[in-house]
């Protein structure tokens, strides 16, 4: 939970990142105030182990005397807000193959309903997929705002795994692509 002031100013620095080695069905991540990515060549949110971002998944509550939270008792729906200037960063980059024992699988999608990635500077991605299923669906924010700068991407993949979209992407930088799928096909019901 951020509800402070999260920068990441300097040269490949990663903020949070999911290792390949654990898949977590009942996760949270609510940035609610914007993380600010202001370097070079850095990644805010690495998912190269599973997630579960959409909510209700049940917390397992500990009744340890180290408790710094209480946890409801399911998850809530992540929130992911994202301020990108800078040179080359990502926002959320997807890196999934679902190896590993255990659901969820490679075919499992990462839902995400709550976004909202605001984009400046130079070749900055929003939304990188290498490997994995990913769904950008319409929650209380569904955008992606490349708004000034250059050579920026909203959505990219670079996976042959589905990517299905309902973001609202804005184009006001020079050079700028809303989607741009290498390998797959990605379908956008939102409005570009």
Do not use: H, W
């Amino acid at each position: 939970i951020n509800d402070g002031k999260l920068v990441l100013s300097g040269n490949k620095q990663y903020c949070i990142i999911i290792s390949p080695k654990f898949k977590y069905i009942s996760s949270e991540i609510l940035l609610n105030t914007p993380m600010e990515i202001t370097g070079d060549e850095t990644i805010g949110l690495a998912f190269r182990g599973y997630a579960d971002l959409d909510g209700g998944g049940t917390f397992s509550q500990s009744r340890a005397n180290n408790i710094a939270l209480t946890l409801p008792s399911s998850s809530r729906e992540s929130i992911i807000n994202l301020d990108i200037s800078g040179n080359k960063n990502t926002g959320v980059y997807f890196e999934y193959d679902g190896s590993g024992v255990g659901t969820p699988t490679a075919t499992t999608p990462f839902v995400i309903k709550n976004y909202t990635i605001n984009i400046d500077g130079k070749e900055n991605t929003g939304v990188f997929a290498k490997d994995g299923v990913v769904t950008l669906g319409t929650g209380t924010a569904n955008e992606i705002n490349l708004r000034s700068g250059k050579n920026n991407i909203g959505i990219f993949t670079a996976s042959t795994d589905t990517i299905t979209s309902a973001a609202n992407i804005n184009v006001n930088s020079e050079n700028s692509t809303a989607i741009y799928g290498k390998f797959s096909e990605i379908s956008n019901n939102g409005t570009i």
